[in-house]
């Protein structure tokens, strides 16, 4: 079966450090792919997304993901975290061709950034 | 213009009971989606609608849940009877039609059953 992996369960760091949050997916066909993020007290929403084209996309906040297709991942990045970035992420893949919509997520990694 | 909404936030029911929870998707979404996820596990696709008809179902666990969507707007999800494994967060999402389209998710209906 389909599945995806974030390699992180949790991550803390200091403010104004670097964050890389690990994601593969096991599946050799064309696929979307998203990272959500879950604010304490909110609902998930979407932080970027990569249908086709450039592997690098950029989504809000600072935040970017690369896409690499020969190693199945799409690794979610910024360059210096705040405070405010104290979340659950989710990395999750939409299979495409298979006539389905439904996502496959990761287990989540939870960010605590300290001030 | 209104988010996905979920009733209840949350829901504490005993094993053995029936508990229905309830979906409204963003007004003209035609796609309604229900997620679970588990205390430490991925969340999982339960379903999916498009309009009233059940698109996929693949992620159903088993016939104790039952989801409708008359009339192709809002949806509720019914659990009878309620077994401890049920407890969870689920999760609401709907999109437009479309490949391209992102899922817009609702807070989630907080599941625990003693």
């Known amino acids: 079966a389909q599945s995806v992996s974030q390699h992180n369960h949790h991550v803390i760091l200091s403010e104004a450090a670097s964050l890389e949050l690990g994601c593969n997916y096991s599946y050799g066909g064309t696929v979307n792919l998203f990272w959500y993020v879950q604010y304490p007290g909110q609902h998930l929403q979407l932080l970027l997304k990569y249908f086709s084209g450039d592997p690098l996309v950029k989504g809000i906040k600072g935040f970017e993901a690369e896409f690499i297709k020969s190693k199945f991942s799409f690794n979610l990045r910024k360059p210096s975290v705040q405070w405010s970035d104290t979340a659950e992420y989710f990395c999750a893949v939409k299979l495409m061709n298979t006539g389905f919509q439904k996502l496959v997520f990761g287990t989540g990694t939870r960010l605590l950034v300290s001030p | 213009e209104a988010g996905v909404t979920q009733f209840p936030s949350h829901s504490v029911i005993e094993k053995g009971q029936t508990v229905t929870l309830r979906c409204d998707p963003i007004s003209g979404h035609d796609n309604l989606y229900w997620y679970r996820r588990v205390m430490g596990k991925e969340i999982k696709f339960l379903l999916h609608?498009?309009?009233?008809?059940?698109?996929?179902e693949s992620g159903m666990p088993n016939n104790r849940f039952l989801a409708e969507r008359t009339g192709g707007t809002y949806s509720t999800l019914k659990v009878q009877p309620a077994e401890l494994e049920d407890s969870g967060v689920y999760f609401c999402a709907s999109s437009l039609t479309g490949a391209s389209y992102e899922q817009y998710f609702g807070p989630g209906t907080r599941l625990t059953v003693t």
């Open positions: 609608f498009v309009k009233e008809s059940k698109q996929d």
